[in-house]
């Protein structure tokens, strides 16, 4: 791309060029997944925490048309106040980046935001994938594609639990993305560790997650690859009783006629409303785990390209 609508930090470009760990963050958290001021604090919050173990962050935006790749503090509460935020995947990106418009981009888009600026790994709350219903209406999230093309390992608790996680996997076992536990054997459920879902390959270290990721990208257009990293136990939530406010929110859904980019932020929303805060505060602990752990694998991943 143009350097017009590029803009890399430059800590960031300092650790990229040193060949320093360095961790892709999304934005879509802050302007999108949750409200002032726990959106900005939550962003930081996660910054700190890949510091903390070792890594640069680099949240990524774009805001009046050019790709930011790491955020200053101000551009966080910008992201996390402004009003007039897009929601950018894939396909919105041209049109945000030609209008100078500004978006949050998802997974996906944040995955094409690292890979610009060379960035291997990245740490999110949990992918988007398969909806329930999809048989019928063909709701699947381009964070699947994406990672079937795009080489970035993405540190996630599986996949929102509000999608269809059996037909998730296999649309990603399809495309050929790997799937690969982090200390588990078993796909996490997001807001709760296990899902049933048992995985072909798993890793029980940061090492041995940057040596799969190495030899990933030894392969001939190889793509990128799912990291599945369960809540932690003292904050995961009781299974029952989530799947039970899902079915409430997605009834809901159904009857406002809520669908598309929508759909998944009015579900948050419900379920926040539904088990009175508690998902929320599983998902900051999910996401601030997820960091950590993607911090510790770029540490090693750097350590094994030096």
């Not at 799912?226 to 406010?245: R, V, Y």
């Amino acid at each position: 791309m143009k350097n017009s609508h590029v803009n890399i930090h430059p800590e960031v470009q300092e650790a990229i060029s040193k060949n320093k760990p360095v961790v892709a963050l999304e934005s879509t958290i802050i302007s999108h997944g949750m409200p002032w001021p726990g959106n900005v604090e939550t962003a930081l919050l996660l910054e700190e925490t890949v510091r903390a173990n070792g890594a640069v962050p680099a949240t990524i935006a774009i805001i009046e048309g050019v790709f930011r790749i790491g955020l200053d503090k101000k551009e966080v509460e910008f992201m996390g106040s402004e009003k007039n935020i897009r929601k950018a995947s894939r396909a919105d990106i041209p049109g945000v980046l030609a209008k100078g418009e500004n978006a949050a981009v998802t997974v996906s888009g944040t995955m094409i935001g690292a890979h610009i600026a060379g960035i291997r790994i990245f740490a999110t709350g949990g992918i988007g994938g398969v909806h329930r219903g999809a048989e019928k209406n063909f709701d699947i999230s381009a964070d699947l594609p994406e990672l079937s093309k795009t080489p970035v390992a993405v540190v996630s608790a599986g996949a929102k639990a509000i999608l269809d996680l059996p037909l998730t996997l296999e649309y990603l076992e399809t495309l050929g993305v790997p799937v690969v536990g982090f200390k588990t054997s078993e796909l996490p459920a997001f807001y709760y560790r296990k899902s049933g879902l048992m995985l072909n390959e798993s890793v029980s270290s940061a090492n041995e997650a940057a040596r799969l990721m190495f030899m990933q990208w030894q392969l001939p257009d190889s793509g990128g690859i799912l990291i599945a990293n369960p809540i932690p136990e003292e904050d995961a939530l009781d299974s029952q009783i989530i799947n039970s406010a899902i079915e409430s929110a997605l009834k809901l859904a159904d009857e406002k006629k809520i669908k598309g980019k929508a759909l998944t932020p009015f579900l948050l929303k419900e379920l926040e409303k539904i088990t009175t805060g508690k998902s929320q505060k599983a998902n900051i602990a999910l996401v601030k785990n997820n960091a950590a752990v993607a911090a510790q694998i770029a540490v090693e991943y750097s350590n094994l390209q030096k």
